[in-house]
């Protein structure tokens, strides 16, 4: 097991896919690909957790998909944020920001 690697912490899916998305529309691999680049490799996420959640949110309203050829000529569901993902993607930063502060708060006064 490759000690780089850890597990996505629980609820924080959406927030990584609505963030890798506000740069430009990505197909399922993209997303996967940027993921692994922008965590430095400690984030790699399968494909069985990765499309449900992208379905759940293209049927939220939070992302649109249409079908392009990819770099390599082949057909891919691209997604891009829409205008309630982008405001999705806001609200779950600013929970994040107060997670993030809460469980500092306590590691560090500990």
């Not at 690697?5 to 609820?11: A, T, Y």
């Not at 494909?47 to 392009?68: C, I, N, V």
Request: glycine share 6%.
């Amino acid at each position: 097991m490759d000690s780089n690697k850890v597990d996505i912490p629980q609820g924080t899916l959406d927030l990584m896919i609505l963030t890798i998305l506000t740069r430009e529309a990505l197909h399922g691999y993209g997303i996967s690909q940027r993921l692994a680049v922008l965590s430095r490799d400690h984030f790699h996420i399968n494909p069985g957790s990765l499309f449900p959640s992208l379905y759940r949110l293209e049927a939220d309203g939070k992302l649109k998909a249409e079908w392009r050829d990819t770099e390599n000529a082949r057909r891919a569901k691209y997604y891009r944020l829409t205008p309630s993902g982008r405001r999705q993607l806001e609200q779950h930063r600013e929970r994040w920001n107060r997670v993030w502060f809460a469980v500092a708060s306590v590691v560090e006064g500990a």
